[in-house]
């Protein structure tokens, strides 16, 4: 009983979304509904359509039909750039940083885009010290403040992806999706990213994309299972686990991280659409 | 972008000192050729802002450049030289809003489309003036050169005295665009530019409009062409509608790839190595463009970063490293191109 239903209404939410890609159907009528507080992961085969999901809901890609609501206002079609000021940051599935500028540049520039008006753009940038001291909290926050003045290119893997989360978090936005923030990190990086992720959920809507199904599965408060871009199941962790459809299609599948390039390809295509 | 560290600063002081004293060493004619270089180095800081600022190549920035000089041309009445108080902000602001009616079209498209785009701009423009009466048509026209006065008040200059005046005028004005320009990348704006030139996909997801930071960079960049068009109106005045060309456009490109892309001080190495070696090629060779072609092509190859990198040479490295070696002759004698 203590997992009594999150009535609150939800952060971010979304009716009927679709996108075609010419013939094919990549996302087919999703409604999701993400809340505060919630860690709601998207799981489903490779090509179910979870990355264009995501690209749909940060506005990379415009839906062909559906709406998606931010907090009750309506913002479907609205640019990425617009979405991420009212509040919806995004992580990436390759990593997407400036490899030639600092970690700290890096999430300095996410905190101006939210932070500074054009009235204030002529301030020397060494010298706006609102601005950095925002990022450095976010470098703080995923264990990346020691390695401010280094290349972000010359990071490791691992401290690549705590870079992404960093440059979400000083966006500081309301609902957070995260595109696989675990993909190639080691099990050091894995296990302090998990308490990130629930430390991260308690203040946030946040949306989680990941193969990794024992991870998955300890975290997420509710889960949405995707095939073929339509949704399978949605639930808690319990019910997928117990439910048929979902074993027929994914859980007793092979492996479910055997063929990720595959879907990373697929992801992509949507991307740049 | 910007010299790091007291030495580079000093370097910048020192090279500005040197253009400085220049037109007291030289004959008339060379200062002439001089004040056509700083005119070349202000067109090709200008595009600087948006090529190696922004990651924007642009094949259409001439037009600004050679639509202030005929603002100018337009606005002087026959044989009165008119105010350069008047006509300097007068062709900035041409310039500027030529800069953002084309940029709001063609930074539309990106990459090669965008060359492409702004190529097509830049000829419509071009021809304009080629095949309309409006500024003389192909021949293009004279016109008296603006007059350097404050108010009612004129500097008495003899015909003589002019080309000195107009020399340091030039130079004033480049030192002031290469500080302003310095001064707006060392800013939040400056920052911002950076990250769309890395990656102004990310820019978008980090919640930048990136398209009006373009446009703002793009209309700064054409106002400051205006400043180097206005530049040669008062220097030759005289007006054609090579000026607008996209062989202009593709001149000031050259002396950036040349000078060096990833600093602010490297254009104005381009554009007066570049203006040199048109010099010394016309005097040796019939074939000047050969020559000049040549010669860009085996600074590229030889000095990825252009001219302004050449310190960090191997020859140059090994030399501050270890004794001085013979082999630095050369590569001096290059640098002077």
Redesign the interface.
Known sequence: MADAPNTSAPVLATRGLTRRFGGLIAVNDVSIALRQGELHAVIGPNGAGKTTLVNLLSGEIRPTAGRVELMGRDVTGEPAWRLTRLGIGRSFQRINIFAPLTVLENVRLSTQAVTVPASGLLRSASRAGDVIERAERALDRVGLAAAAGRLAGALSHGEQRQLEIAMVLASAPKVLLLDEPLAGAGPEESQRMTLLLKDLAREHALLLIEHDMDFVFAVADRMTVMAEGAILAEGKPEAIRANRAVQQAYLGAASPSSSREEDRGRGERGGGQ | MLPRGSGGIVALGLGAALLAVLPLFVSSYYVELGTYALISAMLALSLQLLVGCTGLVSLGHAAFYGLAAYTVYLVTPANVGRSILLTLPLAMLVAALAALLVGALSLRTRGFFFLMVTLAFGQMLFFLFHDTKLGGGTDGAYLARPLLAIADWQLPLTRRQRPYAVYYVALALLTLMYVGLA??L???????L??IR??E??????????YRYKLAAFVIAGLLAGVAGHMWAMHRGFVNPELLGWHRSAEALLMILLGGLTTLHGPIIGALAYTALGEVAQSITERKLLVEGLVVLAVVIALPKGLSGIGQLRIFRRTAATAPTAKAGPAEARADG
């Open positions: 001064l707006l060392r800013s939040l704006f400056g920052r911002v950076e990250g890395v990656n996909h990310r820019m978008q997801a980090l919640g930048f409009n990136t």
